[in-house]
């Protein structure tokens, strides 16, 4: 059974940082690029970013592009979101996904496994 537990979220001020960890269970992780997406209040939920299978390549939505970084330790079992300069904006329910591509990839529907979500919230 695939588990994807994502922690570190939490109420920070504007312009603060926050890490945000994903611990993955049940796969074969160094096979899966994986992905960050979020659900802001009363939102779609949209992508933020994604690794491929061995962390040579990463994609960023443009509203976080200089700000958010995502990186994985494949030995760990883990993928990672640096956030940086958090704005208002920034508050949402941010979710970790595992796709069976290797690559980067960005549409929602191309990531079969999700965790339950992290509530970040970013205060003005």
């Known amino acids: 059974q695939v588990q994807l537990v994502e922690s570190g979220g939490g109420l920070v001020q504007a312009g603060g940082s926050l890490r945000l960890s994903c611990a993955a269970s049940?796969?074969?992780?160094?096979?899966?690029?994986m992905g960050w997406f979020r659900q802001g209040p009363g939102k779609e939920r949209e992508f933020v970013a994604s690794v491929s299978w061995n962390g040579a390549s990463t994609y960023y939505a443009d509203s976080v592009k200089g700000r958010f970084t995502i990186s994985r330790d494949n030995a760990k079992n883990s993928v990672y979101l640096q956030m940086n300069s958090l704005k208002s904006e920034d508050t949402a329910v941010y979710y970790c996904?595992?796709?069976?591509?290797?690559?980067?990839?960005?549409?929602?529907?191309?990531?079969?496994?999700w965790g339950q979500g992290t509530q970040v919230t970013v205060s003005s």
């Open positions: 049940g796969l074969t992780f160094s096979k899966h690029a």
């Open positions: 996904a595992a796709t069976d591509w290797v690559v980067v990839t960005i549409p929602e529907h191309e990531y079969r496994y």
